[in-house]
Nanobody, 126 residues
Framework: QVQVVESGGGSVQTGGSLTLSCAASEFPYEGAYMGWFRQAPGDDREGVATIRLGNRAGHYADSVKGRFTISQAIAENTVYLQMNGLKPEDTAMYYC???????????????????WGQGTQVNVSS
C-alpha cells in the first residue's frame, strides 16, 4: 500500500522560509510524479510545485515561481519544497501527492494524482 507522509510546515512571518518534505513508501519511482498542492479555507485545492522523478525541472504555479523550489532525493522516493519569501497568501494546508508513471500534460492538476498525504499546515503572518 502506497503511503505518502509529509513533514515540515509551521508558522513564520512574511518573508520567512520553510522546508516541506514528503516521502512515498512502496512507490514505483520510475517516471512517477510527486509534488505539492495547497488548499486554503473556501478555496479549491491548487497545484504548487510538482516534478517527474528523475527529471531536473519542476513545474510551478505562477504565484510561487522564483520563491519556491522543488527538489528530489530519488533513492528515498522523497521530494522537498523549499519555500522562501513567504507571503500571507501562502497560508494554507499543504498536501503532498504522488502519481504513478505515465506522462501527464497537466502536472499541476490535483485530479491527476492518486496518492495523497494528510497535509501539513503553513501559516504566514504579516
Amino acid at each position: 500500500q502506497v503511503q505518502v507522509v509529509e513533514s515540515g510546515g509551521g508558522s513564520v512571518q512574511t518573508g520567512g522560509s520553510l522546508t516541506l518534505s514528503c516521502a512515498a513508501s512502496e512507490f514505483p519511482y520510475e517516471g512517477a510524479y510527486m509534488g505539492w498542492f495547497r488548499q486554503a479555507p473556501g478555496d479549491d485545492r491548487e497545484g504548487v510545485a510538482t516534478i517527474r522523478l528523475g527529471n531536473r525541472a519542476g513545474h510551478y504555479a505562477d504565484s510561487v515561481k522564483g520563491r519556491f523550489t522543488i527538489s528530489q532525493a530519488i533513492a528515498e522516493n522523497t521530494v522537498y519544497l523549499q519555500m522562501n519569501g513567504l507571503k500571507p497568501e501562502d497560508t494554507a494546508m499543504y498536501y503532498c501527492a504522488a502519481r504513478r508513471a505515465s506522462y501527464t500534460d497537466s502536472p499541476l492538476d490535483p485530479d491527476e494524482y492518486t496518492y495523497w498525504g494528510q497535509g501539513t499546515q503553513v501559516n504566514v503572518s504579516s
